[in-house]
């Protein structure tokens, strides 16, 4: 079975452009979650969805916005792009998203770079 | 309250022997505690995890240990190898609202030859 998906790997914008990440659960998991990791940090939570709907959401700015769809694939989006928002970009899925009971498995993520 | 504190921030040591990376937490409502290995250009993949009813639990050469009342855990890693050179994240979950993953700032380990 194939694992968590993200695309694009690597992607490199300049400031207050706009961006959508994509993300692709493992089969089965019907729930995304979305985290920032600043180089030499640990992920930051940013949201997670469930069935379509915002379950949790970090502590980000509005500029941060994200969906999933039907088939259970998310979009993150970043608006107004600043250079702080360069960083490593994970997805994360679960069955669903009770983190009690569940492990949270994560995509390799994408690197965005913005200049 | 939200965070969880992860120590060393590096550890480098020979092959074969046991490194320690120590987190602690402050919100004794996490009941979730799990450990992650990420390589370079890679992400996160689960190591390990273990409950606050459960003071040690070990899988293959990964051991975690559990200190409720000291608010603590840690991870060891026995006989380790060259191949285990990476960074490892502890993390910590709530157990209502948000069901988020809070994760300690990680430890680069380096274990050489």
């Known amino acids: 079975d194939a694992g968590v998906t993200q695309s694009p790997t690597h992607l490199i914008k300049t400031r207050g452009q706009h961006v959508t990440l994509r993300c692709s659960p493992i089969?089965?998991?019907?729930?995304v979650s979305w985290y920032q990791q600043v180089l030499g940090q640990g992920p930051q939570f940013i949201f997670q969805y469930y069935e379509k709907e915002e379950r949790g959401r970090g502590n980000f700015p509005d500029r941060f916005s994200a969906r999933q769809f039907p088939n259970y694939s998310s979009e993150l989006n970043v608006n107004a792009l600043l250079l702080g928002d360069s960083a490593l970009y994970l997805c994360?899925?679960?069955?669903?998203?009770?983190?009690?009971?569940?492990?949270?498995?994560f995509g390799p993520g994408t690197r965005l770079l913005v200049l | 309250q939200q965070q969880v504190k992860q120590s060393p921030q590096s550890l480098i040591v020979q092959k074969g022997g046991i490194p320690i990376i120590n987190c602690a937490y402050e919100n004794t409502a996490f009941d979730y505690f799990p450990w992650y290995q990420q390589f370079p250009g890679k992400g996160p993949a689960l190591l390990i995890a273990?409950?606050?009813?459960?003071s040690e639990k070990k899988e293959g050469r990964f051991t975690i240990s559990f200190n409720k009342s000291a608010k603590q855990f840690s991870l060891h890693i026995m006989d380790s190898q060259p191949g285990d050179s990476a960074t490892y994240f502890c993390a910590a979950s709530l157990t209502s609202g948000t069901y988020k993953y809070i994760f300690g700032t990680g430890t680069r380990l380096k274990v050489l030859a």
């Open positions: 273990i409950r606050p009813d459960v």
């Open positions: 994360a899925s679960s069955y669903t998203g009770t983190v009690r009971q569940e492990t949270q498995y």
């Open positions: 089969s089965g998991h019907k729930s």
